[in-house]
């Protein structure tokens, strides 16, 4: 079996490319998990079979290829990925809980094992096939209230309702950096715990109080469309 946890590590000089990139076959189970640092899984490219002679278990299901909580992993879909074969008809496949990981690419895979994948919490906190929603705000002692545009009207139908996020960085006149990836050294800092959100319906604007928003902070927002798929 492959397994591949690196927590803080990381890959610039390529090696793990340099390790793997030639692997055709993996007679057990792949496991890539907690592996913070990765942004795509291009070590892969030559992976086109996963033989499930062991299988990783978890919840009562046998899994041959699990990718489980990757928080920066952008890109799932390497090479030889449309040659992959499974080599047990029980055999699954999860991925789940990758933050900034788009449903198009879980799609990818869908169409490969159309029956075997399962997948949840993923891309909660990416910006995926991007628009501009305006968002500005207005401020008293007491509340903040948050307001964008509508989406196009030609995308109402399919919208489910917006996310609204929320991340406090900081003292207000201090200074400070986000970093544009999750820092396990630093889990205040820009990490999925550190931020909180709320999900409503079709309303373009949503009001804080202070018990929400501690005063003196400097807050960072975000607000996403959701939408069927």
Known sequence: SLTIKILRDSDKDGKLKDYL???????????????????????????????????????????????????????????????????????????????????????????????AVNDSENGILAVCNPGHLNLTYSQ???????????????????LIGYQIFWHRVGIVGSTYSLPEQYDDSNPER??????QFVTIENMTSYRLDDEMLPPWNTTVFQVRAEYAE
């Open 140 to 158: 008293t002692n007491f509340t903040t209230t948050l307001m964008w545009d509508a989406v196009p009207v030609d995308n109402q139908s399919s």
């Open 21 to 115: 990139g030639s692997v055709e076959r993996v007679d057990g189970y792949v496991l890539i998990a907690n592996s913070h640092m990765l942004l795509e899984l291009d070590f892969l490219d030559n992976l086109t079979l996963i033989n499930g002679d062991t299988l990783w278990t978890f919840s009562g299901l046998l899994y041959g290829l699990a990718i489980v909580g990757n928080r920066n992993l952008k890109s799932i879909t390497w090479k030889a990925l449309k040659r992959l074969r499974l080599g047990r008809p029980d055999m699954n496949v999860v991925i789940a809980q990758n933050y900034l990981l788009c449903q198009d690419e879980i799609d990818e895979v869908k169409k490969l094992f159309p029956c």
């Open 190 to 195: 820009c990490s999925n715990s550190g931020w």
